[in-house]
Each structure stands twice: as structure tokens, then as C-alpha cells.
């Protein structure tokens, strides 16, 4: 079993223990909505550009509501099951799903009060570092100050440059992750001026 099929078994595991109902941390997207999101980005090829490509995204936004409205077991069987053969996600899936499932299941865990960091494994964290710097280069374009990441054993990079100090946001891989997709609950630290972090804190990351 690869990485990302490991954390799409824990996702699915934790969306039958929450049910269909359950908060996420994804606005007002429910545990249900958060799996036909998953289902329509494999399976709905035809849909899944206006994930990205706001022109689109009405259309997959009404595909995502009949996908929620299904039973939630047979949805949630579906994101178990992963993507089918015809799909470009099956062949990608070790390379591409494992920040994509345990962005998500976070979502799902970390949408209540009482949430824990999860430790996880050193090839996790490693396999997570890569996604880290491509996910958060793209997010900070409109930064006006410089930002850069470090993890506590040193790893470091920059995802906007620029004069001065800047802010540098330490945390491990993972929770460098979900701080470069705009998720606010998370374990790290900033480090720079008042006024930078500030303005670092407020910039819209969400995906």
C-alpha cells in the first residue's frame, strides 16, 4: 500500500465516523461535501476543471451537490475505492494524492474542538516537504513581504522573496502544508516583526 492510499484509508475511516453532517474545516462544506468533492475531482473529469478555473466552477459546483445527495456510504465507498483506471488520477496517485487526502482528512479532524496534531511517519512528513514548496510558491505571489519556511531540523524554503527579513513560518512539513492551503488551525510558529506577521497572517491562502 503506498503512502497516499494509507491516508485515503484513515480519510475514509474518520468520514464514516463522522457522518455525512459533520463540520470541515473547508467553509461550509460538510463531511458529505468534502467526499463528493474527492469523488468529482477522480471521477467526474468533465467537472473537476472549475476546481481550479473559477469560470467552471458553477458547473462543478452543481455535479459536487448531486454527488452529496447521494447516499453517503456510496460515496464514501467511491473515494475509498480511488480513482478507476480510465482516470489520469490512477496512474498519479502515489505521486499527487497524499497532500491531497490528509489535507482533507485534517479538514475532517481538526473541524472540532478538541483537535491533536497526529505524529506521523518520517516518509510522510519527507513526502509532504515536496508538496510544501510547489503548493506555497503559488500562494504567496501577492505577498507583500518575504516569506519563508523552515522545518525544526532545517529544511528551508522561500516561497516569496524579496527585500528585508520578511516572516518565516517553522513547523513540520505537514503543518507547513496545511498553513500553505490557508488552513488557520495548525501548529507552527512565526517568526519577524509584529507588523509582518500580521500581514502574512491575513493573506488569503484558502484552495
Known amino acids: 500500500m503506498s503512502l497516499a492510499q494509507d491516508e485515503r484509508s484513515q480519510l475514509v475511516q474518520t468520514l464514516l465516523d463522522v457522518g455525512p453532517d459533520a463540520p470541515t474545516l473547508c467553509g461550509e462544506w460538510t463531511a458529505a461535501d468534502l467526499a463528493a468533492h474527492l469523488v468529482v475531482r477522480e471521477r467526474r473529469l468533465g467537472a473537476s476543471p472549475g476546481i481550479f478555473l473559477s469560470p467552471l ?67 510522510v512528513e519527507t513526502r509532504l516537504w515536496t508538496q510544501v514548496r510547489l503548493v506555497g510558491r503559488g500562494g504567496h505571489r501577492s505577498s507583500p513581504v518575504p516569506v519563508h519556511v523552515r522545518t525544526p531540523d532545517g529544511r528551508r524554503a522561500t516561497f516569496k522573496g524579496g527585500s528585508g527579513p520578511g516572516v518565516t513560518v517553522v513547523g513540520e512539513p505537514s503543518e507547513l502544508l496545511l498553513y500553505a492551503f490557508g488552513r488557520d488551525r495548525i501548529e507552527v510558529l512565526y517568526e519577524g516583526s509584529a507588523d509582518d506577521v500580521a500581514v502574512v497572517k491575513a493573506l488569503d491562502l484558502s484552495f
Open 57 to 123: 466552477a458553477g458547473y462543478t459546483a452543481r455535479v459536487q451537490r448531486s454527488v452529496a445527495n447521494k447516499p453517503f456510504a456510496a460515496v464514501v465507498e467511491d473515494v475509498r475505492t480511488g480513482p478507476p483506471m480510465w482516470s489520469p488520477f490512477a496512474l498519479l496517485d502515489p505521486l499527487i494524492n497524499l497532500g491531497e487526502m490528509f489535507v482533507h482528512h485534517e479538514d475532517l479532524r481538526r473541524a472540532g474542538e478538541n483537535w491533536t496534531r497526529r505524529v506521523l511517519p518520517t516518509a
